[in-house]
Nanobody, 123 residues
């Protein structure tokens, strides 16, 4: 059974940093794509960052480019999201996703999702 376990959310002030982690367990092979999505209250879920796990080929939403960095440990099927210079508009529940089966990695469909971790940025 595949499980995604996220950690690292929390509350910070504007300009602060957080690092999210997501470990995929139960995979018999290296996951192809993993990504981070977020959903703020009253808004649709949006892709934040994603990467091809066999070799790094990251993609980012325009709103986080230059502030967020996705990295990976493909031997562990683990992906990280380093978030710097956080803004109040980054406040959301952040979800990890794995095993892309349709579409591009930022806006496509994934088989597996984590439970979500709250990120709150105060001004």
């Amino acid at each position: 059974q595949v499980q995604l376990v996220e950690s690292g959310g929390g509350s910070v002030q504007t300009g602060g940093s957080l690092r999210l982690s997501c470990a995929a367990s139960g995979y018999p092979y290296t996951v192809d794509y993993m990504g981070w999505f977020r959903q703020a209250p009253g808004k649709e879920r949006e892709g934040v960052a994603c990467d091809y796990m066999r070799y790094s080929r990251p993609d980012y939403a325009n709103s986080v480019k230059g502030r967020f960095t996705i990295s990976q440990d493909n031997a562990k099927n683990t992906v990280y999201l380093q978030m710097n210079n956080l803004r109040p508009e980054d406040t959301a529940i952040y979800y990890c996703a794995a095993d892309l089966y349709h579409g591009g990695c930022l806006g496509g469909k994934y088989h597996y999702w984590g439970q979500g971790t709250q990120v709150t940025v105060s001004s």
